[in-house]
C-alpha cells in the first residue's frame, strides 16, 4: 500500500513538472512575438486550463510555431484528460469510492463484516437483517458477477478489515466480524490482525475450541446442527432404539449432544446404535463405560453399541428403530442411504436426514437456515442462561465459588449444557412431549408446576436425581472419576459416587438448574431465545 502510494505521488510530481514547462516554453515563445495574445504568464496558464478543460473560448491562442506545439500537445492532454475524468466517474459511482463514502454516514449503526461472502455468510448476513433492523452488511470482497446479488442492502469492499474498522472511528457498537471458512482464523488475509482491532470476532473451527482471545470467539457449525436437532427433536418416553448412520463431524456432534442432555426419566434405557468408525471417539471418552453399556444392550441403563460394518446389514436393529438419524457429512451419501432404507427396508420409526437445504416431503434437518442464525453463532442467549445458573449456583451454597467471568472454559461448559438441558426439564414437568422448543409461557407454566410438585419429597428426589444423571454424564464425558478431595488436575470429583451416596447439601445443588426456569421471565425476559 506505501510503495503504490509513493508511485502514484511520483507520478503527479512528474506531470506538474512537465505542465509547468510547458507553461513556460509557451510564455516565452509568445511573449517575445510581436502582437501575440499570450504576453504574460498568466496568459499561459489562462490558455492551458481553456484548452486542457476543452472549453475553448478562442480569446487566447498562440501565433508562434513552437506555440502552435505546446497547443497541440494540450489538446491531446485534454484528450487524455477527459478519459481519465470519465473513468474516475464511473469508477467512484459503480467501484468503492462511492460504497466507502456511503459507509461513513453510517457508523452509529451495527456492522457486520464477513470476511468472504459464500453460502453460508449469506444466510448468516440475511438471518441477521431479519434480526437486526440498523444492520449494515459488509462483504471484504468484490461480488462476483455471475453470483446472483443477496436479497438484502450490503457492500462489497475488498479493503482490508482495519481500513473498515478505521472507517467506523469506534462510533456506535463495535464491528463484528464472521470468519465462515472452516479454521480461518489467522489464515484469511482479510482478518489480519484482526485480535488487535476493536471488533468482535466469530470464526467458524472444527477443534470444539470456545475462545482464542478476549475478542475472538469460535463457533462449531457441527454442535450448532446438533444443538438445534435435539432442540426441534427431543427424545420421547417411548423411544427405546436410536440409530445413527454416519459418524463423521454431524454425527460425532449429534451423539454428544445426546450423551450430553437426553436426559428424561431415572429409570430411562435409550439404545443408540451407532454405524461408523468410532475407535477415536471412545479412545478420547474412555470412561463412558461408568455410565453407559458399551457394545452390550441393556435393561438398566443407556447403551452406546458401534458398528463397523456396512449399516444395511444389522436388518432387526433398523426395523426396531423408533428412529433412524441419517447424518452423513457428504449430503449426497445421505441421499443414497435414505432413498435405499425407503426402498428395500421395513422401518418403522421416523427418518431424520440431514440436508444442506430444505427438502419436501422429507424429515429433514441441519439446513443452512437452520445452523447459521445470529443465535446459533453468538449464542448469547443461551450464555446469558448458562450465567444465571452459575449465579443461582453460586447462592445455594455454602462453600465460595467463582462467578462466571472467573470459570474456565470447563466448567462454563458444564453451565451452558445445564442450559441446553432446560427444554427437556419443561417437557418432563409439563408431561408434554408436543413441546419441541423452548418458549417464556412454556418455562413459567413449568417452573409453576416444579414448586408445587417439589413439597412432595420423592418428587423433589426425582428432581434433583434427573439433574444428577445429566451433571453426571457430563462429567464422565470428559473423563472424570470418583475421589475423596475435588482435583482439577486428576480430573477427581467426590459426587462422581453415585447419588445414594451423595450428602445432603450436594443433592441440594441440583436445585440450581430447575430454579432457572422461574428466572427466564424475572431476569431474562423476553429477549431469552427460547420462544
Same mark, same amino acid.
Given at each position: ?105 453510517? %457508523? ?95 470464526? %467458524? ?259 434433583? %436425581? ?66
Amino acid at each position: 500500500m506505501k510503495m503504490r502510494k509513493k508511485v502514484y505521488l511520483s507520478f503527479v510530481g512528474v506531470l506538474a513538472a512537465v505542465y509547468f514547462i510547458l507553461l513556460l516554453i509557451l510564455y516565452y515563445s509568445e511573449s517575445a512575438q510581436e502582437g501575440a495574445a499570450i504576453c504574460t504568464f498568466g496568459d499561459a496558464v489562462w490558455y492551458s486550463l481553456v484548452t486542457l478543460t476543452t472549453v475553448g473560448y478562442g480569446d487566447v491562442v498562440p501565433v508562434t510555431p513552437l506555440g502552435h506545439a505546446v497547443g497541440v500537445v494540450f489538446l491531446l492532454l485534454a484528450t487524455g484528460i477527459t478519459v481519465t475524468l470519465l473513468g474516475a466517474a464511473i469508477s467512484f459511482f459503480t467501484g468503492e469510492v462511492m460504497p466507502l463514502f456511503l459507509l461513513g454516514f453510517q %457508523r452509529k449503526k451495527n456492522w457486520y463484516y464477513f470476511a468472504d461472502y459464500g453460502v453460508e455468510a449469506n444466510v448468516l448476513a440475511a438471518d441477521i437483517c431479519r434480526e437486526d433492523p440498523d444492520a449494515v452488511i459488509i462483504f471484504g470482497e468484490k461480488r462476483d458477477e455471475h453470483s446472483e446479488a443477496p436479497d438484502y442492502s450490503c457492500f462489497f469492499l475488498n479493503t482490508s478489515l482495519a481500513g473498515i474498522v478505521a472507517r467506523k472511528k469506534n462510533i456506535g457498537t463495535k464491528c463484528r466480524v464472521f470468519l465462515m471458512r472452516e479454521n480461518d482464523i489467522g489464515v484469511n488475509s482479510r482478518a489480519k490482525q484482526v485480535h488487535s482491532l476493536p471488533v468482535e470476532v466469530y470464526a %467458524r473451527t472444527t477443534n470444539g475450541q470456545e475462545r482464542l482471545s478476549g475478542n475472538i470467539n469460535f463457533f462449531h457449525c457441527y454442535d450448532c446442527c446438533a444443538r438445534q436437532y435435539w432442540l426441534s427433536r427431543p427424545l420421547c418416553r417411548k423411544e427405546k432404539t436410536i440409530v445413527l448412520i454416519g459418524f463423521g463431524n454431524y454425527g460425532w456432534s449429534i451423539l454428544e449432544r445426546a450423551i450430553l442432555i437426553n436426559v428424561i426419566a431415572v429409570d430411562q434405557c435409550v439404545r443408540y446404535h451407532v454405524f461408523g468408525d468410532a475407535k477415536e471417539f471412545l479412545t478420547l471418552h474412555y470412561r463412558l463405560g461408568q455410565v453407559f453399556s458399551i457394545n452390550e444392550e441393556s435393561n438398566t441403563r443407556d447403551s452406546l453399541i458401534f458398528h463397523d460394518g456396512f449399516w444395511g446389514e444389522q436388518r432387526e436393529v433398523l426395523e426396531k428403530a423408533d428412529r433412524i438419524i441419517i447424518c452423513e457429512d457428504d449430503v449426497q451419501a445421505g441421499w443414497n442411504i435414505f432413498w435405499k432404507l425407503n426402498r428395500f427396508y421395513k422401518t418403522r420409526g421416523r427418518i431424520d436426514l440431514r440436508n444442506n437445504r430444505k427438502a419436501p416431503g422429507v424429515s429433514y434437518f441441519g439446513t443452512y437456515e437452520e445452523i447459521y442464525t445470529l443465535r446459533n453463532i453468538m449464542r448469547t442467549d443461551l450464555n446469558r442462561a448458562a450465567i444465571a445458573i452459575n449465579d443461582i449456583f453460586r447462592r445455594s451454597v455454602s462453600y465460595p465459588t467463582l462467578d462466571w467471568k472467573d470459570l474456565d472454559e470447563f466448567h462454563r461448559q458444564s453451565k451452558i449444557v445445564a442450559a441446553d438441558h432446560l427444554h427437556m426439564k419443561i417437557r418432563i414437568l409439563l408431561e408434554d412431549e408436543q413441546i419441541t422448543g423452548l418458549s417464556l409461557y412454556a418455562a413459567e407454566r413449568a417452573y409453576q408446576k416444579y414448586r408445587e410438585t417439589k413439597a412432595v419429597e420423592a418428587v423433589n428426589e426425582t428432581y434433583r %436425581r434427573l439433574d444428577y444423571m445429566r451433571w453426571l454424564r457430563f462429567y464422565v464425558f470428559y473423563n472424570w472419576r470418583y475421589g475423596a478431595a475435588h482435583d482439577e488436575a486428576e480430573r477427581q470429583h467426590p459426587m462422581l459416587c453415585g447419588y445414594g451416596k451423595l450428602t445432603p447439601e450436594q443433592k441440594k445443588e441440583r436445585d440450581a438448574a430447575w430454579e432457572l426456569l422461574g428466572l427466564i421471565s424475572k431476569e431474562l425476559g423476553d429477549r431469552i431465545a427460547f420462544r
